[in-house]
């Protein structure tokens, strides 16, 4: 008999099979517990159930918990991790620290954030990611981001003694297209009855799937969104990202219109300067009209590069001319520093590579 993956059962269902199988139904509440707040790797660790409850689950169901593959430790004190799932495949995760005192990677923390995939590999082609150049072989379920998390909160414990503080979904794959497992592990991260942490420290960033950030808005969520823009007009947008062809710059403004509407959420527009090719005072005015749309704010990406690709990062000078058009106009701007570049463990550069 081939064993289930109990986390695959919701509460109500594991309810019902226990009493299918003689067991109490209040049993499934400290079963789901064992997994989802306290993150059981085996039911051996379930010491408030009985033996003869433990051997039954055992009997017929399995956890499929991800294991650390491979761990490297960046010059600045990023952790990049390559999580073996149980099928064999690799995905990669990313602790980010913020240092109060330095860069590199003793000194005490005030924010610690997790960078997860929500797929092995990607199946949009954005030119610029080293993932978008890996096939897409399957989703992620809800349990494998969810233990992404757990792996990453206890590295931080471990290494800086400070507990996971933010979650970006934004490492390999993209999250709306895996969209009922990703909100379920969100589900999973913030219940009371899970780790317990705020949505609002939680990003979920898209390449740009108009249809899906409708349902978000549809679907109430109160975590963040982040749209992966790097062009405010549709032929440059084309050109490195494929995907802006069937989901135009206008649908996806009449999209986050419907989502900030129906949430009340600042969106975050995440832009990477090209030399020589969105880095222009008038690619900042095409930014500054479409990101009127909505309340919104602009983190202008350090481009990390890849071997794939031939794109370079702007020169320092046109980053604070774009920067400070934009700052002109009463924008919100953020010039973000990359963090891990070294591990291949920046934005973009994620690939399980070994």
């Given at each position: 008999?081939?064993?289930?993956?109990?986390r695959?059962?919701?509460?109500?269902?594991?309810k019902?099979?226990?009493?299918q199988h003689?067991?109490?139904?209040?049993?499934?509440?400290?079963?789901?517990?064992?997994?989802?707040?306290k993150?059981?790797?085996?039911f051996?660790q379930?010491?408030?159930?009985?033996?003869?409850?433990?051997?039954?689950l055992?009997a017929?169901?399995?956890?499929?918990?991800?294991?650390?593959?491979?761990?490297q430790?960046s010059n600045d004190?990023?952790?990049?991790?390559s999580?073996?799932?149980f099928d064999g495949n690799l995905v990669?995760?990313?602790l980010?620290?913020?240092?109060?005192n330095d860069?590199?990677g003793?000194?005490p923390?005030?924010?610690?954030?997790a960078?997860?995939?929500s797929q092995?590999?990607?199946s949009?082609?954005?030119k610029f990611?080293?993932?978008?150049?890996?096939?897409?072989?399957?989703?992620?379920?809800?349990a494998e981001i969810?233990?992404?998390?757990v792996?990453?909160?206890?590295?931080?414990?471990e290494?800086?003694?400070v507990p996971?503080?933010?979650i970006?979904y934004m490492g390999?794959?993209?999250?709306?297209?895996?969209?009922k497992?990703?909100?379920?592990?969100v589900?999973?991260?913030t219940?009371?009855?899970g780790?317990?942490m705020s949505?609002?420290?939680i990003t979920?960033s898209t390449a740009?799937?108009?249809?899906?950030?409708?349902?978000?808005?549809?679907?109430?969520?109160?975590f963040?969104?982040a749209?992966?823009?790097h062009a405010?007009n549709?032929?440059?947008?084309?050109?490195?990202?494929?995907?802006n062809?069937?989901?135009t710059l206008?649908?996806l403004g009449?999209?986050?219109g419907?989502?900030?509407?129906?949430?009340g959420t600042?969106?975050t527009?995440?832009?990477?300067?090209?030399y020589n090719?969105n880095?222009t005072?008038?690619d900042a005015q095409?930014?500054w009209?479409f990101?009127?749309?909505?309340p919104?704010?602009?983190n202008i990406?350090?481009?990390?590069?890849i071997?794939?690709a031939?794109?370079k990062n702007?020169d320092?000078?046109?980053?604070?001319?774009f920067?400070?058009?934009?700052?002109?106009?009463g924008?919100?701007v953020?010039?973000r520093?990359?963090?891990?570049?070294?591990?291949?463990?920046a934005c973009?550069?994620l690939?399980?590579?070994?």
């Open positions: 008999m081939e064993k289930q993956d109990i695959k059962y919701s509460a109500v269902q594991l019902d099979w226990l009493g003689g067991e109490q139904g209040f049993r499934a509440k400290q079963i789901h517990e064992w997994l989802w707040k993150s059981a790797l085996s051996e379930m010491t408030n159930l009985s033996l003869s409850t433990r051997e039954l055992n017929h169901f399995e956890i499929r918990p991800l294991t650390v593959d491979q761990q430790r004190g990023t952790i990049k991790s999580f073996r799932l990669e995760g990313v980010i620290p913020a240092l109060r860069d590199r003793d000194g923390s005030d924010r610690m954030t960078c997860v995939s092995v590999g990607c949009l082609t954005c990611c080293a993932t978008g150049y890996m096939d897409r072989k399957r989703n992620l379920d809800a969810y233990d992404q998390v792996a990453i909160d206890r590295q931080a414990k290494n800086y003694n996971l503080s933010n970006v390999m794959g993209e999250p709306l297209l895996n969209y497992n990703v909100l379920e592990s589900d999973r991260i219940s009371p009855d780790l317990g949505p609002k420290r979920v740009g799937i108009a249809k899906m950030i409708r349902q978000l808005g549809d679907d109430s969520v109160k963040n969104l749209l992966s823009l405010a549709d032929q440059k947008r084309d050109q490195i990202m494929p995907i062809e069937s989901n206008q649908a009449d999209a986050l419907y989502f900030y509407k129906k949430t600042r969106i527009f995440e832009y990477i300067l090209f090719f880095d005072l008038q095409e930014l009209k990101t009127k749309r909505v919104a704010k602009i990406i350090e481009y990390n590069p071997a794939e031939t794109f702007t320092p000078q046109t980053l604070d001319k920067a400070g058009f934009l700052d002109s106009k924008v919100t953020n010039v520093r990359s963090r891990g570049k070294d591990i291949d463990a973009g550069q690939a399980g590579k070994k």
